[in-house]
C-alpha cells in the first residue's frame, strides 16, 4: 500500500480513522520519495520531524526512476488540463502503478487515472 501524502498527515496529527487504517494494514506501508519531501517540509519544529523520521523509517521507501518518471510525465499529459494533475500527484501515482502498489489517498481527483480508486476511511 503506498501512502499519498494526507494520509501521513492525518496520521502524524493523530487523526484517528487514519491510525486505525495504517495499523491495520497486512503489510508495511510504502510512501514514495515525494511524499517524504512534502511531510519533511512540512514539519513545524523538532517534535514533529522526529516523528516523521520514525514513521519514515519504518515505511518501504519507493525512489523515482526513470520509469517512474516518464509514466509521471505522461499523467500530466493525460490529465494535466482535464483533472488539474501536477507533476508532485503524477510522481505518485506513477510509482503506485510501476511498483503494483495500491494507493490510499483522500483526494481522488488527484488521481483520475485510477479508475476504482476509494477513500480509505472517510475525509
Same mark, same amino acid.
Given at each position: 500500500?503506498? /501512502?499519498?501524502?494526507?494520509?501521513?498527515?492525518? /496520521?502524524?496529527?493523530?487523526? =484517528?480513522?487514519?491510525?486505525? &487504517?495504517?495499523?491495520?494494514?497486512?503489510?508495511?506501508?510504502?510512501? !514514495? $520519495?515525494?511524499?517524504?519531501? =512534502?511531510?519533511?517540509?512540512?514539519?513545524?519544529?523538532?517534535?514533529?520531524?522526529? %516523528?516523521?523520521? @520514525? &514513521? $519514515?523509517?519504518?515505511? @518501504? !521507501?519507493?525512489?523515482?526512476?526513470?520509469?517512474? +518518471?516518464?509514466?509521471?510525465?505522461?499523467?500530466?499529459? #493525460?490529465?494535466?488540463?482535464?483533472?488539474? $494533475?501536477?507533476p508532485i500527484d503524477?510522481?505518485? +501515482? +506513477?510509482?503506485? #502503478?510501476?511498483?503494483? /502498489?495500491? /494507493? +490510499?489517498?483522500?483526494?481522488? #481527483?488527484?488521481?483520475?487515472? &485510477? %479508475?476504482?480508486?476509494?477513500?480509505?476511511?472517510?475525509?
Amino acid at each position: 500500500m503506498l /501512502l499519498d501524502t494526507c494520509i501521513v498527515i492525518d /496520521l502524524l496529527r493523530g487523526r =484517528e480513522s487514519a491510525v486505525a &487504517f495504517i495499523t491495520g494494514l497486512s503489510s508495511r506501508p510504502a510512501l !514514495s $520519495v515525494i511524499t517524504v519531501t =512534502e511531510v519533511v517540509a512540512g514539519a513545524r519544529n523538532a517534535r514533529e520531524r522526529r %516523528e516523521i523520521d @520514525q &514513521f $519514515v523509517r519504518a515505511c @518501504q !521507501s519507493c525512489e523515482i526512476d526513470l520509469e517512474i +518518471a516518464t509514466l509521471a510525465g505522461d499523467y500530466v499529459s #493525460k490529465y494535466g488540463r482535464s483533472h488539474g $494533475v501536477d507533476p508532485i500527484d503524477a510522481l505518485i +501515482a +506513477a510509482t503506485a #502503478k510501476s511498483r503494483n /502498489l495500491e /494507493l +490510499a489517498t483522500l483526494n481522488l #481527483k488527484h488521481f483520475p487515472m &485510477f %479508475e476504482a480508486l476509494a477513500r480509505p476511511y472517510p475525509a
